[in-house]
T-cell receptor, first 115, second 110 residues
């Protein structure tokens, strides 16, 4: 079974550039989550979708960040314009929210470096 | 918001030793997961354990939901067990989002 797929795995860009991270959740899962990992703040939720609808975006740091889920098999996280403090590992996760068992599975992450 | 505290923050073991990692949380949870982040940065699911006890090979976990803690046991540790172990919890009425602890960094020496 294919797990959560993320691309690119590594991204190096210059300050001010637009960055788009992509995620394909596990087939059949109805919830998708974007997390960010930094040394200072650890792992924290940015936004999550249920049935393609954004439910909680309170973790999105500022208006430079946006996320979309146009269909059940694809999501993007966009940063425009990027800043050096956005450098982090961005993880996408998915789960089947059934009310009984809602285990999350994580993708390999995208390591973003903004110079 | 809910607090998730893991202990110890760091642990160094000799290969073959056993260890216990602890996760305390401050509210009732409907999800608790243990992850291993390997040296390549991947988050590997170890256990989905909002309550009860589970075992998988040399690893086992116990969650006592009423007392708001979970334990991860590693027996006969191997160098490949090195990495960071995270506990993450999800709470009622907050959808499926996970709140992560700060992790326990484990180093197993040969």
């Amino acid at each position: 079974d294919a797990g959560v797929i993320q691309s690119p795995r590594h991204e190096v860009t210059e300050m001010g550039q637009e960055v788009t991270l992509r995620c394909k959740p596990i087939s059949g899962h109805n919830s998708l989550f974007w997390y960010r990992q930094t040394m200072m703040r650890g792992l924290e939720l940015l936004i999550y979708f249920n049935n393609n609808v954004p439910i909680d975006d309170s973790g999105m740091p500022e208006d430079r960040f946006s996320a979309k889920m146009p269909n059940a098999s694809f999501s993007t996280l966009k940063i425009q314009p990027s800043e050096p403090r956005d450098s982090a590992v961005y993880f996408c996760a998915s789960s089947l929210q059934s009310g009984i068992h809602n285990e999350q599975f994580f993708g390999p992450g995208t390591r973003l470096t903004v110079l | 918001g809910i607090q998730v505290e893991q202990s110890p923050p760091d642990l160094i073991l000799q290969e073959g030793a056993n260890s216990t990692l602890r996760c305390n949380f401050s509210d009732s949870v409907n999800n608790l997961q243990w992850f291993h982040q390997n040296p390549w940065g991947q988050l590997i699911n170890l256990f989905y354990i909002p309550s009860g006890t589970k075992q998988n090979g040399r690893l086992s976990a116990t969650t006592v939901a009423t007392e708001r803690y979970s334990l991860l046991y590693i027996s006969s540790s191997q160098t490949t067990d090195s990495g960071v172990y995270f506990c993450a919890v999800g709470i009622y009425n907050q959808g499926g989002k996970l709140i992560f602890g700060q992790g326990t960094e484990l180093s197993v020496k040969p």
